[in-house]
Nanobody, 121 residues
């Protein structure tokens, strides 16, 4: 089990920046994958940026604008979001997973409560 506490969402004008934080109750060293997904109204949840086995991965739509990082001392993962546009408006969810199965899924897969990001023009 793990608890994921998210913060940092809000409203920002197009071109602005926000930083999301996700603090885990489990040590990051014992988590295989941790990162951010988002779900816009009427759309499916999609991966934004994750760190898997120490490597960052980004959705094409955010490459060059978003940066994911982690602070292992505080078991926190950050998502720095720059040059935001209205298409980035969504609820952002933190995800932590470990115990990779042969199916490619994780035995343990947990989500935060979500934080709203709204970008207005």
């Amino acid at each position: 089990q793990v608890q994921l506490v998210e913060s940092g969402g809000g409203s920002v004008q197009t071109g602005g920046s926000l930083r999301l934080s996700c603090t885990s109750s489990r040590r990051l060293s014992s988590i295989d994958l941790m990162g951010w997904y988002r779900q816009a109204s009427g759309k499916e949840r999609e991966m934004v940026a994750v760190i898997a086995r120490g490597r960052p991965y980004y959705a094409d739509s955010v490459k060059g604008r978003f940066a994911i990082s982690r602070d292992t001392a505080n078991d926190t993962v950050y998502l720095q979001m720059n040059r935001l546009n209205v298409e980035d408006t969504a609820v952002y969810y933190c995800n932590a997973a470990w115990g990779l199965l042969t199916t490619g899924q994780y035995l343990n897969d947990f989500w935060g409560q979500g934080t709203q990001v709204t970008v207005f023009s």
